[in-house]
């Protein structure tokens, strides 16, 4: 069984906002961009917290302004997202073309190739579970040192030159 859920938009002045998810979770969102930033589904939450169910996350022209923070999540992929707070997660699979503004802590590569940051403007510390776990393309790689953004965790680089077997 699935459960579905539909985005909507909440203004409130000084409360606390907070998204848990418990069982499955589609956003649905219209098919128009927002004219401000070419998101398709924006979150504005004070916290994204998905609790003790396990999910497997996939997400689209989405941007996410606060943390994300899950110890059941598995990103396995993410295309033309921005993640403007940190995103906390078991394990991260393909980002590509995105903008990760305030780092990641994940616990190691997911199980869908490939595997890794293409294309994606990187900022904040990244800690990805051990050496040889944060995977980058050239861009990638470029961008991570053009912004400053740190290794933590005992985090090494794995930098991906060629797709070609």
Request: hydrophobic residues 45%; aromatic residues 12%; negative net charge.
């Amino acid at each position: 069984m699935e459960w579905i859920m539909g985005a909507f938009s909440w203004v409130g002045q000084n409360s606390l906002v907070l998204l848990e998810v418990i069982g499955a979770l589609a956003m649905l969102a219209q098919v128009t961009p927002n004219t401000a930033d070419d998101r398709f589904v924006q979150f504005m939450l004070d916290a994204i917290n998905f609790g003790a169910t396990i999910i497997s996350a996939y997400f689209y022209q989405t941007r996410l302004k606060k943390p994300v923070v899950s110890t059941q999540m598995n990103v396995f992929r993410a295309w033309d997202c921005r993640f403007q707070g940190k995103l906390t997660c078991v394990s991260y699979s393909g980002f590509f073309n995105c903008e990760l503004e305030d780092g990641m802590d994940a616990g190691g590569l997911g199980g869908v190739p490939p595997q890794g940051f293409f294309q994606c403007d990187l900022q904040g510390a990244y800690d990805c579970g051990g050496a040889g776990l944060l995977r980058l393309d050239g861009e990638s790689n470029y961008l991570f040192k053009a912004a400053g953004a740190t290794l933590a965790g005992g985090t090494t680089k794995t930098i991906i030159t060629d797709l070609v077997p």
